[in-house]
T-cell receptor, first 114, second 115 residues
């Protein structure tokens, strides 16, 4: 059974700092991995989608990398802003079985302070 | 920009009552998902539809939960009777095509509190 772990569970950084969020998964047989953002009491917004054949994806100040063999992904946020404060979740999609069943991590709660 | 619509936004009910949640996915999206998210945890899949057919409901507590997507468009998730442990955020998501592993688009969710 796939297990997804995100460390740290919570993180507080001053504005302007670069930061890295970590996601690890136990079964490397994945189809793709997504990073989501969730604001308090709201739904999830997809930030980046990395296919298993890719190493990284970039969108603005965000860069996500994927190392399938080691079961790890990182989300890099450059020049953090208070508006980046949210919970960030990663989710993996398997290659076999019920192909669309995402397994989510428990998230990293990020606070960017002024 | 197209969005997944969910209602109600909040629902407070008493134990043993019936509740229903509604979801309208992005137009043209064949796949619809209902997730449950307990505070501090990641979402867990309850049921997945491809058009009007159920693809996966292995995690749906079928003794009290039911879901339907009669015309392959909008969907309803029902709980009867509600229990205290059902208090959670219920999220609906849609994607264009299950087999291609496209991005998921989530609605804002229904926050359920069972008293």
């Amino acid at each position: 059974k796939q297990e997804v772990t995100q460390i740290p569970a919570a993180l507080s950084v001053p504005e302007g700092e670069n930061l890295v969020l970590n996601c690890s998964f136990t079964d490397s047989a994945i189809y793709n991995l997504q990073w989501f953002r969730q604001d308090p009491g709201k739904g999830l917004t997809s930030l980046l989608l990395i296919q298993s054949s890719q190493r990284e994806q970039t969108s603005g100040r965000l860069n996500a990398s994927l190392d399938k063999s080691s079961g790890r992904s990182t989300l890099y946020i450059a020049a953090s802003q208070p508006g980046d404060s949210a919970t960030y979740l990663c989710a993996v999609r398997p290659t076999t079985g019920t192909a669309s069943k995402l397994t989510f991590g428990t998230g990293t709660r990020l606070q960017v302070t002024l | 920009e197209a969005e997944v619509a969910q209602s109600p936004r909040y629902k407070i009910t008493e134990k043993s009552q019936a509740v229903a949640f509604w979801c309208d996915p992005i137009s043209g999206h064949a796949t619809l998902y209902w997730y449950r998210q307990i505070l501090g945890q990641g979402p867990e899949l309850l049921v997945q539809f491809q058009d009007e057919s159920v693809v996966d409901d292995s995690q749906l507590p079928k003794d009290r939960f039911s879901a339907e997507r009669l015309k392959g468009v909008d969907s309803t998730l029902k709980i009867q009777p509600a229990e205290l442990g059902d208090s959670a955020m219920y999220l609906c998501a849609s994607s264009p095509d299950r087999d291609r592993g496209e991005k998921l688009f989530f609605g804002s969710g229904t926050q359920l509190s069972v008293l």
